[in-house]
Nanobody, 126 residues
Framework: EVQLVESGGGLVQAGGSLRLSCAAS????????IGWFRQAPGKEREGVSC????????YYADSVKGRFTISSDNAKNTVYLQMNSLKPEDTAVYYC???????????????????WGQGTQVTVSS
């Protein structure tokens, strides 16, 4: 059974940092893409970043480029999202998602991913 478990969320002041983790079980990262999404209250879930193990591709939404860094530790089956210079508008529930078969055609589209975690809350105070 495929499972994704996010952790590392919390409350931080603007300008601060958090590191989210997405621990996967039931599959290995060898041929998967892992995406991070977020959903703020009253808004659609949006793609934040994606990393593909098949070709090493990495993608970021424009809103987080230069501030967030995605990485993976295949030995631990874990993907990380380092979030620096956080802003109040980054407040959301953050989800990781997995897509077998490597790089998605449109990495920021929810329908590209088959498996989802339960989410972790990130709150950035001003």
């Amino acid at each position: 059974e495929v499972q994704l478990v996010e952790s590392g969320g919390g409350l931080v002041q603007a300008g601060g940092s958090l590191r989210l983790s997405c621990a996967a079980s039931g599959f290995t990262f060898d041929d998967y893409a892992i995406g991070w999404f977020r959903q703020a209250p009253g808004k659609e879930r949006e793609g934040v970043s994606c990393i593909s193990s098949s070709d090493g591709s990495i993608y970021y939404a424009d809103s987080v480029k230069g501030r967030f860094t995605i990485s993976s530790d295949n030995a631990k089956n874990t993907v990380y999202l380092q979030m620096n210079s956080l802003k109040p508008e980054d407040t959301a529930v953050y989800y990781c998602a997995a897509r077998p078969g490597g790089t998605p055609n449109i990495w920021y589209q929810k329908y590209e991913y088959d498996y989802w975690g339960q989410g972790t809350q990130v709150t950035v105070s001003s």
